[in-house]
């Protein structure tokens, strides 16, 4: 019952986190197949797991594989999908992760990211979160959501961007939450129109790299604090920007163990480049136990930052970092809104339709200007069919536009990179500013 205890704490030192791994690493081994698979396949005693340092003895846990084995395997015994939360990933690292969680877990998920914008300003209720560039998913339609003292405006990227500016306008925003991309293209949209919009306490980043070109534009345009925050639909809030240096991250141990492994999943030493794994502390109903998150970072000597956290320090130091695609007229769109023109053209609505059936990993790749191409590691039930909306939603881009589909074996990156769902190569204002800034 201890470490029940402790998996709902919002602040969670080290002995806090040491007992949650224990109870966590046990309940998996007991009620979840996959993972009492893959510990007697290495040879390990769920026992001998006692604190944070001994995660090094179990195996790193791939997302293909748990989405390949299916709910009955990774979800624990005793419930049911139809019970729970399911929240979908967008599928950006190239494989889509179905996500389960109850309804405690997904409440505390909510909270601990609420909290993280804490660390970064202070908070009073009624406030207002403008949450910039969302997906439509998981039945999420409605712009404005009101949660006790808390609205909820959600600015879709599939909203025209007149609307878009129209809305924010209308109201005052506390926190303004948001990838990169998606920040970039409403406040050069506010820029060129001369709109001066209302400047909320902190714009967050995440998802995507923050770069400082973006961030320096965010800044001009809504004159107010940005910082990063390191975020994922498997853990939530993973990490946020040190307040007193922002070239740090502070890992939120109240959801998450993070650690830096070389390419064989054992640890690289303090200040080395690593591939970021995670082990989330609160979701029983699904856990993820040393997940690959497919980020790469550097974990500092833990210890009292003058921020105040006494706790881990680390450095992000590489995570979506995708070119903007160049139409045949120049028009130049963010890699979200191309990716969206892909998703939506695969039968989501289709009760039969299971997308890691049919397409294990795809990447999206541009190399000139009027042709797209995407590489495809295809399923069991792949068919070339699947392509046929696709390629008319790219051509609802610009008629120009061409589709390439190409089959191929694997599509993991080279050592030490992380893998891009899409890869614009073209000269883009977004690339030649990034690098500008870059150069300064």
Known sequence: MIGKSTRFLLRKNKNDVDRSIRYII??????VPFYRHA???AGVNPADIRKAEDLIHLPVTKRLDMMVAGPAEYISHGLSPKNLVVRHTTGTTGTPITVYKNKLEELFRKITIIDAYRRNTPLTIPMTLVNVGPERKDGSNKIFEKIGPITIIKLFRDIPMEKQVSILMSVKPTIMGGRPSVYWDLANALLEKGIVPPSPRLITGGAEVLFPHVRKLLEDVFRCRVADYYNCEEGGNLAWQCPANPELMHPNTATVWIESVNQ???SVPYGKEGNLIITNL?????????????DRGILLEPGKCTCGFDGPVMRLTEGRNENYIVLPDGREISPRIMF???????????KDWNMIDVLRIFQIIQ???????????????YSDSIWRAVEDNIKSLHPAMRLKVTIVDDLRPEPGKKFHQVLGKLSSRWKRERNNQENK
Do not use: C
Not at 26 to 31: E, F, G, I, L
Not at 282 to 294: A, D, H, K, L, V
Not at 340 to 350: I, L
Not at 370 to 379: Q, T
């Open 264 to 266: 064989q999943g054992f």
């Open 340 to 350: 969206n023109v892909v998703n939506t053209g695969f039968p989501h609505d289709k």
């Open 26 to 31: 046990s309940h998996a081994y007991t009620k």
């Open 367 to 381: 190399e000139s200007s009027d042709l797209i191409e995407i590489k495809v590691v295809p399923g069991p039930a």
């Open 282 to 294: 609160y979701n029983y109903s699904m856990p993820f136990i040393r997940y690959e998150t497919g």
């Open 39 to 41: 510990y007697n396949k």
